[in-house]
């Protein structure tokens, strides 16, 4: 398959010339696309979190988290034995990392901040000065670059000893992420300006309703919706708090965000149009449609499912638990801007799969992808431009003309190879559909960053699934980094924004 579609992207983007042991020269058409034509104030970064990068598990004072104690109990989850304990080494070579961001051209660094260095017991009991004062330094040295942080507050690794007393599906974690976020706001608020409160919550249920992902609870079907109820009065209780308390003096700007395939129906029915809408629903609208609708609470389509089939099943009441309307009211518009990770897309059409209960039960959706659309080194990830401009437009079509909505993750999967042309056509084909979106539909979509800007640790994955714009020899103790082609893609690409 990989000469077929490396032939077809040959044709449609580049004229290859070897220049030593990389391919150098663009067609004109890629080089008169560039980050000129996007607004002026559009930002361009990348990103990268903790967890996949930073290495160091136990120093400097860092506490275990769930991830630590899977691998570490158990190495044979991850693929091929690797763990994260070093990872890249980004917590000893981050001002190489930052050098890399400054050297392709971003002006925007998309951080998180491991809970369990920050607060090792998860609550503010203890703080660990250590860790905050390593994310001051982070954070420093992205002022000296004038490369402004975008800083996720959670990216999927929770202190075990959270998770110990029930994880995300315990109501107290709502206080202790709120405590979490004011340490962080306090200590760092003054060098931050854009906040992601969590991210991709989709996937973080997932770890309350698989065995897939950490802590593999197994509860399909209700404590996924548990877990996501909690997530989402935690985003409310930060937004809500920072809005009160810090907003009037450091002015940032929270949001969530949001993953997900954009889905498409699987033929040109009405039957097949409705089961996409639905889908769409149980994706962006689970998390979506509370904080970003102007009627929040969940989408009609959930609770109405969800609530038949726990009467079904005979239940005294729903696996989806009810929101009052103080926290109705709470969530809704705990929010300054939208962030979305945008990578693929599916097919859909109507019918019953996955556990009995489950989301997949409760969706009542069958996916599928066109087998005309290019494939990666993620079994998950279909090369599907215009998924990116259909996202956004849903967004706008959904939540109103004056979202502000940034692309928060957009990237590609394969090997690690340096001259990753694959990648660089799919950057150019996504950033074009985008570009689209803004013109020509008139979406309110502020900034974008790719991922990422290093080859990290894929969670289950491992290292065998690269997204970086710079290769790293993780078999090397000292995490050596290599451009890509696709990040002298990008330094073209924004050459005239700088």
Request: a negative charge.
């Amino acid at each position: 398959m990989r000469n077929c579609v490396e032939e077809y992207f040959l044709l449609l983007v580049f004229s290859r010339c070897v220049l030593g042991n990389s391919y150098s020269i663009f067609t004109n058409e890629v080089e008169d696309f560039t980050a000129s034509a996007f607004p002026h104030s559009f930002i361009f970064g990348s990103g990268t979190s903790a967890y996949q990068v930073e290495g160091a598990w136990n120093e400097g004072g860092k506490g275990e988290n769930i991830w630590d104690r899977i691998i570490h109990a158990d190495p044979n989850y991850i693929s091929n034995n690797s763990n994260a304990d070093i990872a890249c080494d980004s917590y000893h070579k981050y001002k190489e990392d930052i050098k890399l961001l400054k050297e392709t051209g971003f002006s925007m660094y998309r951080i998180s901040i491991s809970w369990s260095r920050v607060l090792p017991n998860g609550t503010n009991d203890y703080i660990n000065e250590e860790g905050l004062q390593y994310y001051r330094n982070v954070l420093n040295e992205l002022a000296r670059h004038n490369i402004e942080p975008m800083v996720t507050l959670y990216h999927w690794d929770l202190p075990q000893k959270l998770q110990d007393i029930g994880g995300w599906m315990n109501e107290t974690i709502v206080d202790h992420f709120q405590n979490y976020a004011r340490v962080v706001f306090e200590a760092l608020g003054n060098r931050v300006k854009w906040w992601i409160t969590i991210n991709e919550p989709l996937d973080i249920v997932s770890g309350y309703s698989s065995t897939w992902t950490p802590p593999n609870v197994g509860l399909h079907g209700i404590g996924d919706y548990i877990a996501g109820h909690n997530i989402l009065k935690a985003h409310a209780k930060v937004y809500r708090m920072y809005e009160k308390e810090f907003k009037p003096i450091l002015k940032g700007k929270i949001g969530l965000a949001l993953d997900g395939a954009f889905i498409l129906p699987k033929t040109d029915s009405e039957e097949d149009a409705r089961a996409a809408e639905q889908a769409m629903q149980f994706h962006f609208g689970w998390f979506g449609h509370p904080v970003y609708s102007s009627t929040g609470d969940y989408p009609p389509v959930m609770r109405n499912n969800i609530d038949q089939n726990s009467q079904i099943e005979g239940r005294n009441e729903s696996r989806l638990p009810y929101f009052t309307p103080q926290e109705i009211e709470e969530i809704k518009g705990s929010y300054d801007f939208l962030g979305h990770n945008s990578y693929s897309a599916a097919l859909a059409t109507f019918g019953a799969t996955g556990f009995d209960p489950s989301v997949e039960r409760d969706s009542n959706i069958l996916y599928s992808a066109d087998p005309k659309w290019p494939s990666s080194n993620c079994s998950w990830l279909k090369v599907y431009p215009k998924a990116i401009r259909n996202s956004v437009n849903w967004f706008k079509d959904h939540y109103g003309d004056d979202l502000p909505i940034f692309i928060t993750e957009n990237g590609y999967c394969d090997d690690g190879r340096i001259n990753d042309i694959e990648r660089v056509t799919y950057y150019d084909s996504y950033l074009k559909e985008l570009l689209e979106a803004v013109v020509d539909d008139g979406v309110k979509v502020i900034g974008y960053l790719a991922w990422s800007i290093i080859d990290n640790f894929e969670w289950r994955d491992g290292y065998n699934h690269r997204f970086g714009l710079h290769h790293i020899n993780f078999s090397d103790p000292q995490r050596p980094r290599r451009k890509k082609l696709s990040a002298e893609y990008w330094q073209r690409f924004l050459l005239q924004k700088t």
